[in-house]
């Protein structure tokens, strides 16, 4: 399996452009994580699904941000508008079921930079 | 979920074990601690977890004091490509099943 593909690897855009952000997670896996890094904060968890649903979305930090699972393969995370606050690296991770014990395959990453 | 106090750095040199120490004197009963670390510039990866029984597995060794109140990761025989951000943390399985809250972790290098 080739782990979870995050596109594009580096994104760089200026202030109130649209950014989308796409993860495809390791198949068969039932859950999906999306976090973001930066140095002031850590790794925060914004969002995960379960079996394509939105379960708890109380990381996202305001409305400028959503995220969609339309099925098992595909994640989007959308910013609109962006601002130079949202710069960060933005990681999605999924899971197999809850049997798992709660291992999280990551994947590379998305490093955005908002000018 | 509890929360973890781990050191923000140390330095074990390549060949030796490496013990790294944290604290999680709140954890409750049905909490599981469990650690990732990441290396610089890639997401973090899952290396052990334990409920109160110690574990290993090809990564490393997990020992969780009787108390549960601290644990110990064990790199058996450091190398290089060791050198990350270490991360311990506890959570309950079942409760909010998803939500891995990652604290600063400790910072460890290898060296030659």
């Known amino acids: 399996d080739a782990g979870v593909i995050q596109s594009p690897r580096h994104e760089v855009t200026e202030m109130g452009q649209e950014v989308t952000l796409r993860c495809k997670p390791i198949s068969g896996h039932d859950y999906l994580f999306w976090y973001r890094q930066t140095m002031m904060r850590g790794l925060e968890l914004l969002i995960y699904f379960n079996n394509n649903v939105p379960i708890d979305d109380s990381g996202m930090p305001e409305d400028r941000f959503s995220a969609k699972m339309p099925n098992a393969s595909f994640s989007t995370l959308k910013i609109q508008p962006s601002e130079p606050r949202d710069s960060a690296v933005y990681f999605c991770?999924?899971?197999?079921?809850?049997?798992?014990?709660?291992?999280?395959?990551f994947g590379p990453g998305t490093r955005l930079t908002v000018l | 979920d509890a929360k973890t106090t781990q050191p923000t750095s140390m330095d074990c040199a390549e060949g030796r074990a490496a013990n790294l120490p944290c604290n999680h004197s709140t954890i409750s009963g049905n909490e599981y601690v469990y650690w990732y670390r990441q290396i610089h510039s890639q997401g973090p990866q899952y290396i052990i977890h334990?409920?109160?029984n110690n574990e290993t597995n090809e990564m490393a060794s997990l020992i969780i004091t009787e108390d549960r109140k601290s644990s110990t990761l064990i790199l058996p025989h450091a190398t290089l490509r060791d050198t990350a951000v270490y991360y311990c943390?506890?959570?309950?399985?079942?409760?909010?099943?998803?939500?891995?809250?990652f604290g600063a972790g400790t910072q460890v290098v290898v060296t030659p």
């Open positions: 334990g409920l109160k």
């Open positions: 943390i506890v959570r309950a399985h079942l409760d909010s099943w998803g939500k891995l809250q």
């Open positions: 991770a999924s899971s197999p079921d809850s049997s798992s014990y709660n291992e999280q395959f």
